[in-house]
């Protein structure tokens, strides 16, 4: 069975890495400088924690971090694969802009590796469900298969390096903005005292509405830190000609303002639970 590197060990690159070792893998990651937290996690997946030159033992290399890393993990496996004469394959799976995945595509110049665009949408992978669905483009030699073989379920687009960082900026843009414009009002509502009647009406008029911001507001409130570089990405994508991006600005700095209020005061959640109420968590 194929050994994998996954670099970033949060709640999905840990997810992944699971359903890749119950299929028989073996998963390398590096730690270095990670919280006791991000160990733990790792360590629970069955990951197997090695210094960084190792990870070039593994047949694929996988990076799942926040968007804000992205370039960083790309400059970290460029600098670990110089030299090497059959590097292994980096797949990108961040929420980055296809000029982003350009950028990071140029740290490897010259390096000899094959580097792949990825995108993840759907939740972390569970136990009885096949998803989340992986996009791949880029994907000549189809070393992607690799992964499919592993019990992730795998799409390949025909297009060119940056078409699934497209796909998941698109993507990201109607189910997270739609989260946001949601958070948005309703807090709206509170603060003018209309956020019982708010309720009601969208109850009634508009009960999947209703129901899927009940379910995707609480599980945004631990995420939102990670959203702010995406909805940022999301306006780099969409362009400074493009009066949406401002749209996508103002949601960094929403979700900005949900993950300072996760770490402090709470209010902000609190009023939103009192509006909502607590129906469970959604992906």
């Excluded at 400088?33 to 790792?42: L, V």
């Excluded at 960094?252 to 949900?258: E, I, K, Q, V």
């Excluded at 993950?259 to 469970?280: N, T």
Aim: overall charge negative.
């Amino acid at each position: 069975m194929p050994n994998f590197a996954i670099i970033g060990s949060g709640a999905m690159g840990s997810a992944v890495a699971k359903r890749l070792i119950d299929h028989g893998a073996t998963v390398l990651t590096y730690l270095e400088g990670r919280s006791e937290q991000t160990i733990a996690r790792a360590k629970a997946a069955g990951m197997v924690p090695v210094g960084r030159q190792e990870l070039t033992q593994a047949d694929l290399i996988l990076s799942i971090v926040p968007p804000a890393e992205a370039i960083k993990v790309a400059e970290l496996v460029a600098d670990i694969s110089s030299g090497m004469q059959a590097p292994p394959p980096f797949v990108d799976l961040n929420a980055i802009a296809p000029k982003t995945m350009q950028a990071l595509a140029a740290r490897f110049e010259g390096s000899g590796v094959e580097v792949l665009d990825g995108a993840i949408i759907g939740g972390p992978p569970v136990a009885g469900k096949s998803g989340p669905t992986i996009y791949i483009s880029g994907d000549s030699a189809k070393p992607s298969r690799l992964l499919e073989d592993c019990g992730l379920r795998i799409r390949r687009l025909d297009g060119p390096l940056g078409a699934a960082s497209a796909l998941k900026m698109c993507y990201a843009g109607i189910n997270k903005g739609f989260v946001g414009l949601g958070t948005a009002m309703l807090l709206a509502a509170s603060r003018s005292g209309a956020a019982e009647s708010l309720k009601a009406e969208l109850s009634e008029s508009l009960p999947d509405i209703d129901r899927k911001l009940s379910r995707s507001i609480p599980d945004m409130y631990p995420k939102a830190y990670r959203w702010v570089a995406e909805m940022q990405e999301i306006a780099d994508f969409l362009g400074e000609d493009d009066p949406a991006a401002t749209i996508f600005r103002g949601m960094a700095d929403l979700f900005s303002r949900m993950a300072s209020d996760v770490e402090g005061s709470r209010m902000l959640v609190g009023q939103l639970d009192e509006i909502i109420g607590h129906p469970g968590t959604d992906n």
